[in-house]
């Protein structure tokens, strides 16, 4: 009887884990496209952009996940995936504008910028808050365990940094324009806002 609850405790222990990793992928899983839209530039990702990334994300997700019935009252959400589709956009079309009044007329030359602290602090508030939303629902369900909102800071800034290496490793191999760049960047980034909307 005794052996018969321990493997049933260990049953709901591992498909907890598994729920929880699968949830902390899939709010974190923006990270990596908004890595790729800032690889295209040629940007790095430094230390503290991921620092801030998890920090806000975290922050994010503890804050819906633990306090989510209570934010029902006043807050649905949808607000939640409003705002990050806001946020998105308005950060798409600072890219595609930054794009039309670059200078260099081709990227064939190996010089890259690391992401600053505003643009890191605005990037990580608009992928954040639509884990907010899903956070939400995710603690009225019942969930509440503080691995969670860890959990979506790290995939966050793990997908962000895989994001940024793999598309300046693979746009480092051609030649084309900043302007084309970043209009593909600002193009990218605004997909997945109104993604959000419809998904």
């Given at each position: 009887?005794s052996?018969?609850?321990s493997?049933h405790?260990?049953g709901?222990?591992?498909?907890e884990?598994?729920?929880g990793?699968l949830?902390?992928c ?10 790729c839209?800032y690889g ?6 430094s ?5 801030i990334?998890?920090?806000?994300s975290?922050?994010f997700t ?10 029902l009252?006043?807050?649905?959400p ?11 956009l ?15 007329a081709k990227?064939c030359?190996?010089v ?5 602290f505003k ?22 369900s019942?969930?509440?365990s503080?691995?969670?909102?860890l959990?979506?800071?790290f ?8 994001g940024?290496?793999i598309s300046?490793?693979t746009?480092n191999?051609f ?10 960047s ?9 993604s959000?909307?419809f998904?």
């Amino acid at each position: 009887m005794s052996q018969g609850l321990s493997l049933h405790i260990q049953g709901v222990f591992i498909l907890e884990l598994l729920t929880g990793i699968l949830f902390c992928c899939s709010v974190s899983f923006d990270g990596f496209t908004i890595g790729c839209s800032y690889g295209l530039r040629n940007f790095k990702s430094s230390f503290y952009t991921n620092v801030i990334m998890a920090l806000v994300s975290a922050a994010f997700t503890a804050l819906a996940l633990f306090c989510g019935k209570l934010i029902l009252l006043f807050v649905s959400p949808d607000v939640g995936t409003y705002l990050g589709t806001g946020f998105l956009l308005l950060l798409g079309i600072y890219t595609m504008a930054s794009g039309f009044s670059a200078k260099e007329a081709k990227n064939c030359v190996q010089v890259s910028r690391k992401i600053n602290f505003k643009e890191s602090l605005f990037m990580a508030i608009a992928v954040s808050i639509d884990a907010f939303s899903a956070g939400i629902g995710y603690g009225v369900s019942g969930h509440s365990s503080m691995l969670i909102p860890l959990g979506v800071g790290f995939f966050h800034a793990l997908f962000l940094s895989l994001g940024i290496v793999i598309s300046r490793k693979t746009i480092n191999n051609f030649c084309f324009s900043k302007r084309f760049l970043s209009l593909l960047s600002g193009i990218i980034i605004i997909a997945v806002g109104l993604s959000r909307l419809f998904l």
